[in-house]
């Protein structure tokens, strides 16, 4: 019983996560990448059969294979994230004017994501 609960709990969470991954695909403002591995991560753990449904998509499957096989990502993917992340934090930046404490703490917050994304190990095809 315990079991059955925990599995039924972590396909929720992972559904949910999937949920967010794909509104992120059309609002900049939510990662999508994150969220799928996230969903990933948790239905190999719970469930088999959505995890191989996340991994057949036919729009995010292959990134997400790709990161389950080796923890790659694509130049094309680093790109599209750096440019989701200028755009947005430039934005979030204009609208904190004359709070440059706030300003600042977004340009070191922007700074650490880009440095993170820009670490990760790429694919050795690229999709450029």
């Not at 992972?14 to 996230?38: D, E, K, Q, R, S």
């Not at 998509?57 to 096989?69: I, S, V």
């Not at 680093?78 to 340009?107: D, H, P, Y």
Request: glycine residues 6%; hydrophobic residues 55%.
């Amino acid at each position: 019983m315990r079991r059955v609960l925990q599995a039924t709990v972590l396909n929720i969470i992972g559904w949910m996560l999937v949920l967010l991954g794909v509104i992120g695909a059309f609002l900049p403002l939510l990662p999508t990448t994150i969220f799928l591995i996230l969903a990933l991560f948790i239905f190999a753990k719970s469930s088999p059969r959505f995890h191989q449904m996340l991994l057949n998509n036919r729009w995010f499957g292959e990134g997400l294979r790709r990161w389950e096989q080796n923890k790659t990502v694509t130049r094309q993917t680093k790109r599209k994230a750096t440019l989701a992340i200028l755009l947005m934090f430039t934005i979030s930046i204009g609208f904190l004017n004359e709070r440059w404490i706030w300003q600042l703490l977004l340009v070191m917050i922007a700074g650490m994501l880009l440095t993170y994304i820009w670490r990760l190990k790429e694919a050795e095809t690229d999709e450029t």
